[in-house]
């Protein structure tokens, strides 16, 4: 309902409370909101359609007079009746009973307020994990299409793994990682987050254990939940995730395997070592836990490579492998893939077939060409400059304004620093202060429940002039609110 894109014509001879009245009661009478909605707030619903808190509240008198909603203290304001509800002898469907009792649990609160104001073209995005539009390829992308090859172009299904041509394309691919990957142990996906949907409803039961590190992407999305998984951290330091406690933590809660990101971590960008690596995948082996491996941000390294995928080592099976073109070519493709044992990816294909029967093939042909092209090593190699060149106007920008009140480390790639403030703020209020004042920012408590004190910035979206500008205004922020 906040997303409304109508708005009451200022100039029309129709008073605007009746425009706005008007318009709420079709939407009821419409079905669009069923009884039991809720209606935003006066000073919400003001804000919405531009017009000032007395017009709402004339607008609102109007449909409560003609029954169609109610208001409760405690409550707020409710759809309680349509014409057909008040005409029909038996009550409608109660559509809001059936949304709370769906299976998929709803984005918490504050991911809900990230995701409507990154539709905001105003507000400067200093937590946004995804490239800039200015970095992605679109010029390229367009001559790329226009290039004659021997691969032709179906519109049509792909088989249940994905498109061939594109699987054997990144077989190649994964070469250069030290992976070798024959195209049937390869599945197509769509995206990173499909991947760990397909692990979580088709390879787990419920009441399984998950371990990863804490905090955890995985605590920001609800897939593995949803699917009544519980989950388990553990924490990490500047090596990656700490490995001593892996025997101890499946003994005691039964974990069925560990979800990890071990190059440029998210939320934190750490970099596990070559050391911690080794220590872990040992553990892992030894208590029979299976490992999922996402390298989603694998390719963004700076002045060196990172080391191997676990994967590129994997003899035993024991590595679920991920990768993306999410946040490297285009976040829109929504194209990636898992790498793992043929019938675990035959499992997953088939339950993938069930979900979307396949992928976009146009989707997978242009990644296919991409990688094929030879141009994706050339892009790649310009993006990993400009958000080298970012990441480093970030770091002086941090010395410069926040030296006093934070701590950070550098990532060698990736994405994200991972702030964590030394002057007692709440994360989650100076959130919601921020974001009053057209700043964007990834608290915290999206990645671990429990912590109030760091926030996840992100040099890969704001411009240089965005970043400058959200930043020192997110100090001076921070400034205020110690002091009140």
Request: glycine fraction near 8%; charge should be neutral.
């Amino acid at each position: 309902m906040s997303d409304v894109a109508w708005k009451p014509q200022k100039n029309s001879s129709i008073p605007l409370h009746q425009q706005i009245s008007d318009f709420m009661k079709n939407k009821i009478m419409n079905g669009e909101w069923t009884i039991g909605t809720k209606i935003p707030s006066q000073r919400d619903l003001a804000k919405l359609f531009q017009v000032n808190r007395s017009t709402i509240i004339t607008a609102l008198e109007e449909l409560v007079a003609d029954g169609l909603i109610e208001s409760k203290v405690g409550n707020g304001t409710r759809v309680i009746n349509n014409t057909w509800s008040l005409l029909a002898s038996t009550p409608p469907a109660d559509w809001i009973s059936y949304v709370k009792s769906g299976i998929h649990k709803p984005n918490i609160t504050i991911i809900q307020k990230i995701n409507k104001a990154e539709a905001d073209p105003n507000i400067i995005r200093l937590g946004t994990g995804e490239l800039s539009p200015d970095l992605l390829p679109n010029s390229r992308m367009e001559q790329l299409l226009q290039i004659d090859n021997e691969k032709s172009l179906s519109l049509g299904y792909m088989e249940p793994k994905g498109s061939l041509s594109l699987r054997k394309t990144v077989s190649t691919y994964l070469k250069t990682k030290g992976i070798n990957a024959s195209p049937e142990s390869i599945l197509i996906v769509s995206g990173g987050l499909q991947a760990l949907q397909l692990i979580s409803i088709g390879l787990l039961k419920r009441g399984s254990t998950i371990l990863h590190e804490t905090p955890s992407y995985l605590n920001s999305v609800h897939v593995f939940q949803s699917a009544g998984m519980n989950l388990m951290g553990i924490p990490l330091d500047k090596e990656g995730i700490k490995s001593d406690s892996i025997g101890r933590m499946k003994r005691q809660h039964n974990a069925t395997l560990l979800y990890t990101i071990p190059s440029f971590h998210n939320p934190t960008g750490t970099l596990m070592s070559e050391k911690r690596r080794l220590k872990l995948i040992e553990a892992c082996q030894r208590e029979s836990i299976p490992i999922i491996e996402d390298d989603v941000y694998g390719d963004l390294w700076f002045e060196t490579p990172s080391p191997n995928p676990w994967k590129a080592n994997d003899a035993q099976g024991n590595v679920l492998y991920i990768g993306s073109m999410s946040k490297t070519l285009s976040p829109g493709l929504r194209i990636g893939w898992i790498v793992g044992p043929e019938p675990v990816m035959d499992r997953l294909a088939d339950i993938k077939m069930q979900i979307d029967y396949g992928s976009s093939s146009l989707s997978q042909y242009v990644v296919d060409k991409w990688l094929c092209s030879g141009m994706y090593e050339d892009y790649l190699k310009e993006t990993k400059e400009e958000l080298l060149f970012r990441r480093d106007f970030t770091i002086q920008m941090l010395k410069k304004y926040f030296s006093e009140i934070a701590t950070w480390s550098t990532p060698k790639g990736g994405f994200y620093i991972w702030l964590q403030l030394l002057t007692g703020v709440s994360t989650r209020k100076l959130f919601d202060v921020a974001l009053r004042e057209g700043i964007l920012l990834n608290p915290g408590s999206v990645y671990d429940n429990n912590d109030d004190q760091h926030l996840r910035i992100s040099y890969s979206y704001a411009s240089i002039e965005q970043l400058e500008k959200g930043l020192i205004y997110l100090a001076q922020l921070i400034k205020n609110l110690s002091i009140n």
